[in-house]
């Protein structure tokens, strides 16, 4: 019984997924000339895209810069002092 299921839908699902696909990658082709001519449009060249992404990239996995705790704990407390005063006027 499985087996005549699993028949039935790759028999049924195979024509609509390569028309998924197809719709897909007109949409992706008509994105793609659109970009290129915005990028033609203002003289911007792939390579430099591409640096910038991989700076991007980069920046992202980088580890987070580690701030100095006694340092927040001071303003923490200068904030809470600044605070205080102007609740007791």
Known sequence: MIDRQVEHNRRDQLPKLAEFITRKRKACTKREIAARKIL???HL???????????QITEQISPLRRECLSLRCGEIIAYMNHRSSKECR
């Open 45 to 55: 060249g792939e390579q430099m895209l591409r640096d910038e992404w991989q700076a």
């Open 40 to 42: 033609n449009l203002y």
